[in-house]
């Protein structure tokens, strides 16, 4: 399939109804393939429209970020080409610093367009962004203080606004800084702050005047997957030792051609990993690249094998399993450089199986427990206080006839897992946040012998 972006996003071919029935108990047998890695596509196309050439990104996810982003680059002069997963850029005829107030606030991933149309235009607003409401702010907004922060030490200067954007100017293009990114961490050396301030800080060095050091950069796939595209569009950049970066930017990069493939997306084989206990016969994972995705899944995989389950990793196969019930309980921290905050509710539900008391505490994201009162509906026994949620199983007790809500992304695809557990049925709305983290959550899950139905 071969689509142009043009007046509105291209349709994600897979629509998420927003309420499922699920009939659960059923054993699950098969295989399934994963997407391209969610988080390093919006960086990438970030970085890719900071050039003035053509950049093909390979294995992009059919979700709704994909053609949102391409719809806000043509909506402001430039061209996007989406054939199957390929996503062909060209930014060199983006006209405007304006970025369209209704597809911003669809995605978070608009937010790192910001360093480009401020290096082209002078000045850039943000309007308020979408994403899942798990911040601290109004309404449960994610921050964006420390993108204002991060640019000023660029030379910009700017402030947030009330509907949750930013607005920030400079005069006589980007300059040149050092930034230690540990300066966005919080006392307990994580937070919410510190890889969007890397990603910014990586994207505007490389069209600032003069060589920029970056010292503790968020060392995650989300940043690391645009190093070797901007290094093709000209970008100098070393690293001379673990979390360090040196850019030696480009303020008008040239006009050469560029290529980045996308590794699998790493929450998804989280994702996988967890639906893999309703497998007995064990479940395959395929994605080309697994193998990256394995290794930036290290802190995970660590976990899910003190939990009891089995892994066998290959270059592009990830086999998880069968495993044995009950499982063993763990002590996680979920910290910048350690365990995704997304993959928490994963390992929160195969934790509530876990014989004896498990504790997980959160120092990304800590409104990341939207999904533990509704766990508790269907019996799992767990209590939320202080960041961490304490979990005490092996939950055997579960309970149908449920109604759920799913208030977030990974709150759906958690509950919708769960319910699978619960022989009977639950009812569940709020999954069209699914949408925005995977392809076909649904129909893979079905095709492995699910009973899932729109409500």
């Known amino acids: 399939m071969s689509y142009r972006v043009t007046h509105q996003p291209a349709p ?12 659960g108990g059923r054993p699950l047998h098969g295989s399934v393939t994963t997407s391209g ?14 050039g003035q050439g053509t950049a093909r990104i390979d294995n992009c996810p059919m979700i709704a970020e994909t053609p949102t982003l391409a719809a806000l680059v043509e909506r402001m002069g430039g061209s996007a080409l989406l054939t199957g997963t390929t996503l062909t850029l ?9 970025l369209d107030p209704e597809l911003s606030a669809a995605i978070h991933g608009s937010v790192y367009l910001a360093p480009m149309l401020l290096a082209r235009f002078g000045s850039v607003t943000v309007p308020g962004t979408g994403g899942c409401r798990i911040g601290d702010g109004s309404q449960g907004r994610r921050p964006v ?4 922060d991060v640019l000023g030490r660029f030379g910009a200067r700017g402030r947030t606004l009330d509907d949750g954007g930013f607005t920030v100017a400079v005069t006589g293009g980007l300059r040149a800084c050092a930034i230690d990114l540990a300066d966005y961490w919080t006392p307990l050396g994580s937070g919410p702050y510190h890889s969007g301030a890397t990603k910014v800080a990586v994207l505007a060095a490389a069209v600032a005047r003069g060589t920029t050091v970056l010292d503790h950069v968020y060392g995650k796939p989300d940043v690391l997957d645009m190093l070797p595209l901007l290094r093709q569009a000209g970008v100098g950049i070393e690293e001379p030792a673990p979390g360090r970066l040196v850019v030696h930017g480009l303020p008008d990069l040239p006009a050469g051609a560029s ?3 996308l590794p699998p997306d790493l929450i998804e084989v989280v994702t996988w990993c967890c639906a893999s206990v309703l497998c007995p016969e064990g479940l395959t994972v395929h994605g080309a690249g697994m193998d990256r995705a394995v290794r930036a899944l290290a802190p995970e995989l660590r976990v899910l094998r003190d939990l009891g389950v089995p892994l066998e990793a290959g270059t592009d196969t990830l086999t998880v399993g069968p495993g044995r019930t009950p499982l063993a309980p763990v002590d996680v921290l979920v910290a910048a450089d350690g365990v995704f905050s997304d993959s928490h509710p994963f390992i929160a539900l195969l934790a509530s199986l876990a014989e004896g008391r498990s504790r997980i505490r959160d120092t990304v994201w800590a409104n990341r427990f939207g999904y533990a009162d509704q766990l508790a509906e269907l019996g799992v026994k767990l209590d939320v206080r202080d960041g961490a949620v304490s979990l005490h199983g092996p939950w055997s007790a579960a309970v149908p006839g449920r109604r759920l809500l799913a208030g977030d992304l990974r709150a759906a695809a958690v509950l919708l897992l769960a319910a699978l557990h619960v022989p009977g049925t ?3 709305a709020g999954v069209g946040h699914l949408a925005r983290g995977y392809a076909d ?3 893979q899950l079905v095709g492995l012998g699910a009973d899932i139905t729109e409500a």
């Open 441 to 443: 959550l649904v129909g």
């Open 259 to 261: 290529r980045a493939v």
């Open 90 to 98: 060209n930014a060199s005829g983006i006209a405007t610093n304006s």
């Open 426 to 428: 639950t009812h569940l």
């Open 37 to 50: 890695f969610k988080h390093s596509l919006v960086t990438t196309v970030a970085a890719a429209c900071l």
């Open 145 to 148: 203080s420390h993108y204002v």
């Open 12 to 23: 994600v071919p897979t629509a998420v109804p927003d309420e499922l029935t699920v009939r």
